[in-house]
């Protein structure tokens, strides 16, 4: 039982995470840059 909660507490938050960097203006930048560079090659 406590390894249960405290499994559920940790995917929570891991997730939680997950999703907010997701979403992020930074990882937005990221792959905007990358998908350009990527266009740039097969272009």
Request: glycine share 2%; charged share 35%.
């Amino acid at each position: 039982m406590h390894l249960e909660r405290a499994l559920n507490a940790t995917l929570d938050f891991a997730l939680t995470a997950e999703d907010r960097s997701f979403v992020s203006p930074e990882l937005r930048a990221i792959v905007d840059k990358l998908l350009s560079k990527d266009d740039k090659k097969s272009g």
